[in-house]
């Protein structure tokens, strides 16, 4: 562990390899067979798995867990939870969690949560969610590729401030509206509400059938015959 990693002080290397020809290094742990090999620069990083992290030079300031997770990969600042998680990315400032999440993609600042979700993308400052989907725009929220949301904050300080010409889409990854709906979502809604509208009528005409019930028995013993 550690071969040729020259002035990677204050690092850990543990495991079969680990570690070799990452020199200029410091302050990381490198844990696992073959972990981060090849990944000169990788300063005030936590690689942990087998062959996870190799060939990853200037990995700065990066937590990567799993089975190959962030090899070949090319950014800084960034978070990878998962086999294979990262693997070939280039972008900083990511967050993947799932077994290969984020291979390939190219984009800064996004989130990407599920298996195999935002393969290959070259979009930033977007969150994807869910098993093998992918954003299609900057700036863009994708769940499921069901609920899509556009211009998402993109802003360095923290706010809680909406934003004014973020749109909202179900079942269209393109709303052009505050909220928009596919039509079959929208004609859904409709006879919902048609629905709705009829059940509410029927109870109000149920309650005044019952409700002159009474005034109509009473109106037929008053004139009843003698």
């Known amino acids: 562990a550690g071969m040729y990693a020259s002035e990677s002080y204050e690092s850990v290397f543990i495991g079969d390899n680990a ?15 073959f972990v981060a090999q090849y990944s000169p620069y990788s300063n005030k990083t936590t690689i942990i798995g087998d062959s996870a992290g ?3 030079p200037s990995s700065s300031y990066c937590v990567i867990i799993g089975q190959d997770a962030g090899s070949y990969n090319s950014g800084s600042g ?25 291979n390939g993609q190219k984009g800064s600042l996004n989130i990407l949560i599920g ?29 499921g590729n069901v609920l899509y949301a556009s211009n998402l904050y993109t802003g360095s300080a923290a706010s809680s401030t909406p934003i004014a010409n973020s749109k ?4 269209t990854n393109n709303p ?22 009829l059940l509410h009528l029927q109870l109000k005409l149920f309650q005044y059938q019952l409700f002159h019930k009474h005034d109509l028995l009473l109106l037929l013993k008053v004139n009843r015959p003698l």
């Open 176 to 197: 052009i509206d505050l909220l928009h709906l596919h039509k079959e979502f929208r004609d859904s809604l409709l006879l919902i509400n048609l629905v709705q509208k």
């Open 19 to 33: 570690g070799g020809s990452s020199y200029n290094s410091y302050h990381s742990i490198f844990l696992g067979g």
């Open 78 to 102: 960034n978070v990878f939870l998962g086999n294979s998680a990262g693997w070939g990315q280039t972008g900083s400032n990511n967050t993947f969690v799932g077994n290969n999440a984020g």
């Open 168 to 171: 909202v889409g179900i079942g």
């Open 115 to 143: 298996k195999g979700v935002g393969y290959q993308q070259s979009y930033s400052s977007s969150i994807a969610i869910g098993n093998n989907v992918i954003n299609n725009n900057h700036a863009q929220l994708n769940i």
């Open 54 to 56: 190799q060939n990853a």
